[in-house]
Structure formats: C-alpha cells, structure tokens
C-alpha cells in the first residue's frame, strides 16, 4: 500500500473519552508511516461535505498537545447527528462525501462514534462498495451508555461511570450530615439501558452506599417505590436513591414531566428525580431533595478512570490497523477476558451494531428489583481503575481546542 | 494554664473544607500539649446537648487519618441548624450545654459554621461571661457562600469555586460540538450573595469564557436577559449563561417559578434555570438546556482547591491559638495582604459577624449587568489554585467517616 490520505471524524453525543479515541488514530497515523496526511472533518460528515476538514498531523506535531486532546473533553472535531438515507435512494449525500475525499486523495475515512453513527458507516462502506471506489470506511466505538452490541463495554463509559459513582459517594456524605430524615433521588443519564445507573453498585464497596437503585429495564411502580423508601427510612434517615433518567411505569409511559426529541427521534429526558421527589413528600411527608447529574457526567474530564482513556487511544490505534489491513465496513470492539480484568481487542461489521441496543443482563438487578448484584459490580470495578488527571494551569485544566 | 479538654463541633451546611478545618483544630490542640482532651460533638449542640460526643484524639491518632480527613467532604462530625434562643428567655438549652460541659471538664468550645451558626458563638459567649463560667467559646468560619463579613473569603468557597469553574470550562466544551443554535444555562448555588457565580468569571483566562453572567445583586429583567441572549447568538451559536440560583425580579419574586401543583396541593419548585430554558425556547425558539449544579458544589472533595484547604487547616489551628490566649467569643478571620497573594490572620468579634450576609462588591459586576469584570476575576483566581487529590482506592476517593 502506498502513500495515500485518511480522514477522521467525530459523531453522535460527546463523552470524556472521544477524543482519547481520536489521538489513538492519529498517533498509530503517524506511527505506521503508511499515512502522508491525517484530516480531521468539522462536525462529522456534516462539515465534511462542505470541505470542512482540517490537517491533524500539522496540527499534533508533539507528545504534549496528544496528551492535553486525551483528557480534553467533548469531540475535538466537533460532531453531527445527521443520517444518511438508506442506498438506492437520494444518493446525493453519498456523491458529495466521495466527491471530498476524492478530492482530497483521501481511502480511507474513520468515524468515531455510537450505534446511530455505526449506521453511517455500514450506510457509507455499502456505497462505496456497490460503486467500486477505493475508500475503506472503518467505525471506531463512543457511548457513556455503553449500549453498543458486540463490544464488552465501550469507551466513555468507564469515566462517566467513575464521575458518577465519585459523586454519588461524595452526595452519600452530605446527605449523612443531617438528623432530619430525609430522601434524596439521585438522576443518572441512560436514555433505555441502566449501565450508567450500574456504577451507582460501587458506592457500598467502602462504607454506606445507595440505599435503592432503579434500572429503567425493570417498569416502575410508585406504590412499590414508596414501600421501598419507607423500608429503608425504618432503618436510617439519610436516604439516597439513584435511578435512571429513563425509568417508565409498565404502560411505557416514562416518569417524567418535560420531554420533546432529538432529530434521531430519541427523547429528551429530565424531571424523573423531581417528580419521584414530589411523590416522597407527598406520600411520606419528609424533606426530599432531587440531583439531576446532567451534562457533567459525559464531559467530566478533571476525573477520567486512567482505564478508559488507556483503552479508548488503543481502540483508535487498532481502528488504524484494520483499515491498513484493507477491512471496510468494521468496528474495532473490547474483548474482556476471563478471570482478572484484561482487554483484548476484536472487530465486528458495522452493520451487526448499527441501530441496535444492548440492555443490562437480568443478572445485574437484584430480585427485589431496586438494587444491583454482584455480578454488576464485578463488571463495572475494573472499568473505573486509575487516576488520570488534566494539566492544570491557574487552577483550571488545560484544554486543547482545534480551531 | 493547666491541662484540660475542649470540644470542636460543626454546623450549618457542609462544605469540602469543613473537615480540614476540623483537622487545624484537632492538629493544633495535640501540638500544644495544653489539652488533655479534644471532644467532638455529634450534629452540633443537638448532639452536645445529649451528650453525644466522641474522642478525637484517640480516633485520630496519625497523619493518614488527617490527611484523609481534610480530604472528605461534608461535617465528618454530622451537622445542625439548631439556633439559641436569646440570653434572658428561656435559658434551659444553655443550662443543659454548660451541665455537658462541665461533666466532662471541657474548658473551650470551638464552633465550626457559617453566619448563623456564629450566633451560637456570640450567644453562648455571653451566657458563660454572665455566669462568670471558666468556658472560652470559640467560632471557625465556615461557607461555600463566602458571604460572612469581615473575613477576605471563607473556608470552602475556594474549592467550590474550582470545581464549578473548571465544570463550567467542560459544559462549554460539550456545548461547543454542535452547530445548531443553543442556550445552555447553568445554575450556580447562592441565594443571596453572587459570590460563587463570580467563578463563572474564571473561564474567559484560557479559551471561550462564559457568555452571560447574572447575579442576584441586580434585579432580573426578562426582556434585558432574552436581549442579551440574542445579541450573544448573533456572534455565535453555542451560548453559555451563568447564573445564581437567586436571581431575582424588581419586584422581588425569585426566577423560578411554580409550573404544576401535584396531587397533594404540593407547589412543584422548578430551578431558576429550568425557568429561563423555557422562556428562551418559547421566545427564540431555539434549543435550550437546563444545568443545575446542585449539591456536587459543596461536596466535590475529589477537586479541591490546595489553597482552600490548606487556609482552612491555618484558619482551624488559629482557633485554636486564640483560645489559649484566653480570649472568647471571637472569631479568627482571613486577611489579604496587597500586591502578590498572601493571606494572614486577625480575629472579629462573633459578634458582628453573627447573622449579616456581604454581598459581592460593585465594581465585580459589569456595567452591563451581565458580565463580571477583571476585578472580580482577581479576588477569585488565587483562592482555587493548587490541586490537591485524595487517596483513590478501587478507583473512587477514601474518605474519612466518624462513627
């Protein structure tokens, strides 16, 4: 293989890891040699059929700027929510992004990011095979939700499960201060998959943990909830809950006030702790306290897990190495072997994760269902291990920007 | 003066300093050889008053234990909002703490709190002086507000001021992906006083700053703010706004309004955030998010200020330097020399720091009520320099639990 031209991309929701991910390609770029010029897409192939691109390998001459991009938050190369059409249809999106990359002598195209984004690139590696062209499209995993098929976990997940799990100990302190019983509902992201609510099971691993967790794969009961709730205030009155965003009654309907959708037609989801911490007091009488985590929890870099980001450059680099091995239509996925925690690497087609979701095994949830067991915890632990922290500069981290 | 024992307690609301502060007085009082004793009593005088108090000394035995404890968040010794009536009504409350005192031959009592809690302070010192009791009554300030007069800051409010400027720093990040038009306001603690939203200031030091700044030191105005937002998305799309949660209308109405009343007559409080979310989506009609930080900015222990915490070991071992002055009723405070940082001590009578609240200062605030000005930026910079980590033990922080 000669030399030739890449192009890497950045889709879908940003997390803490997606840019660890994308000095993984462009360092194992730089390292084979095989590469003469790295591009980067603005806002994912939104700007790249615009011509929105940026040279990568000019950009990240040194060791310095790669390190400040891994622990830089939210994607570098911003991202886009945009889906292509299905092949055989208006083609013309597909047309314009071959037309770039032709342009550009660009073969092969790297897109970072979750199962929407996976549809793109099995979308994207049908066109270019249907029509013959000499471009290998490769897809590179990202989610907090951890809700990829395939892949045992995925990155971003690990450090938001290490932000979440950090604060809920940190909120578990707090709540301890006071005398007054008192119930606090603790809202974690996770649109229909409780993996992120999962980490709230590492809490009791040193001292009090969470009192009760609600995974949204279990329907919702209020009238169970406050049985629950009344349980454990007969033993203690610092009451911590931690439920999913995405908790909904077994009419589907889910237990919240405000939501609209995204053009992917996923829901916008708030409100679930707030409308649980109305029910408290209104059934129960006591003071109640509602903590939406939000944003933080997906962008969280001044506490990565070293795991994470160590794991998300290898799976940019071993993207690098499929694609130099001629493969199209793939995703690099974590393999998580047997007995103590280590990470192998394999690849499966794009098309087997696109638009697929994975839910937590039923083994994960304890039978009184507001708790987790610990299988949950055996595969969370290692996820969160290590400290990476951020340069800091005036007491604020550094954060690399690409202009 | 001969050997006796003196007691520490905590009050009011928690902050990650409030423990480090402890650990002054714990380290000051084992120095001096003075005390026989160091009680600490459980959820303030609530607990005093029960006689629930525990031995320090004997849990405190080496250097780990007090690094781990200034690194834990929330009262390790439990809290409360208890308030003494005045001297000359019903004095039976005093009668019961001075009765524990005495049985266990405690000589100074030292009181860890905010403005309230330095009423205790006040009241009490003048109980034991009109009683002529051989009791010395010592406060220690405490607040994330940083609203207590007299003192330059307070302990606390340098690590809360971290941790919401480097979140703020992240959420801009995350914002900055997209490139739809959106309004994303951030909810920053503070009834009152806009101390804690002036970190906001911080931000614009290294890359994009926040947008709009708004303080409940200046009336509230619909029309100003949508004005405001319009004229930031005219330049850019990703608008980020701060504001304190205690923003207010010239009427005096706070900015969060009651949307619903449930099922039991309950008014449903959404946050000043939420509020202005809609008011933006329903008058420009763009996407808007609502972050409320939330509890996290007074317990976020795993990113602490090094300077905060170290001022707050100083503050609590300069308590205790104070009482075996002899003196009583008073209250060690923060002085900032001019020209380069440094910070010295004085003392303030409990007195006239006792239940008055500072607010920020005018020339913090720009003139276009929506900014924060280089004046600002100055006070707060040196108070969150230096980074100062916990143990981490199975990926998540040690903390210190008093049982």
Redesign the interface.
């Known amino acids: 293989m000669g030399q030739f031209n890449a192009i890497v991309g ?1 889709s879908g929701g ?1 997390t803490c890891a997606i840019n660890a991910t994308l000095s993984g390609v462009i360092r194992a770029c730089l390292e084979s040699k095989k590469i003469n010029r790295l591009y980067g897409m603005k ?1 994912g192939i ?1 700007g790249l059929m615009k011509e929105d691109i940026v040279d990568l390998f000019s950009f990240f001459e040194d060791e310095k700027s790669l390190d400040a991009l891994e622990l ?4 570098a190369l ?3 929510r945009l889906r292509l059409p299905d092949i055989g249809g208006d083609e013309s999106r597909y047309e314009k992004i071959v037309e770039v990359l032709k342009k550009n002598d660009i073969h092969i195209f790297f897109y970072i990011g979750g199962n929407d984004s996976m549809d793109t690139v099995d979308k994207l590696s049908q066109y270019v095979k249907k029509n013959a062209l000499d471009i290998l499209v490769i897809g590179v995993p990202k989610t907090i939700d951890n809700d990829l098929v395939v892949t045992d976990h995925t990155p971003g997940y690990g450090s938001a499960c ?1 932000y979440i ?3 809920l ?3 578990i ?2 709540c ?4 007054q019983k008192a119930v606090t509902i603790v809202e974690i992201m996770g649109r229909d998959s409780g993996w992120l609510t999962a980490s709230a099971s ?2 009791a ?4 943990g969470v009192d009760l967790i609600y995974f949204p794969e279990r329907a919702f009961d209020d009238d169970k909830f406050i049985s629950d709730v009344k349980r454990v205030l007969d033993d203690h009155n610092d009451v911590v809950v931690a439920i999913s965003e995405g908790i909904r009654y077994s009419d589907g309907e889910y237990v919240c ?1 405000n939501n609209s959708v995204d053009v992917f037609g996923n829901r916008q989801l ?1 409100g679930s702790a ?1 409308a649980l911490a ?2 408290v ?3 129960l009488g006591c003071k109640t ?1 509602a ?2 985590l ?3 929890q ?6 990565c ?1 070293a795991t994470d980001i160590a794991e998300s450059v290898m799976i940019g680099s071993h993207a690098v190495k499929l694609a130099l091995e001629g493969r199209s239509g793939i995703v690099p996925v974590f393999v998580r072997q047997d007995g103590e925690y280590k990470i192998g690497f394999s690849c499966a087609n794009a098309h087997d994760i696109a638009n697929k979701v994975k839910f937590i095994p039923d083994n994960f949830i304890g039978e009184d269902e507001c708790s987790a067991t610990e299988e949950c915890i055996k595969y969370v ?1 290692p996820l ?4 990476r ?1 951020p340069e ?8 690399l ?1 690409i202009k």
């Open positions: 950045q940003p806002n939104e830089t938050p939210a994607s911003g991202t886009c290490k799990a950090t604060t100990k940190e909120i302190r707090d301890a201060v006071y005398t590492l809490c691993l040193d001292g009090k006030h708030c707030t109305s029910l007091k209104g059934r306290r903590i939406e939000n944003v933080p997906r962008c969280a870099s001044h506490l897990s632990l969160i291990q290590g400290e922290f800091f500069k005036n007491g604020l981290p550094v954060q920007v």
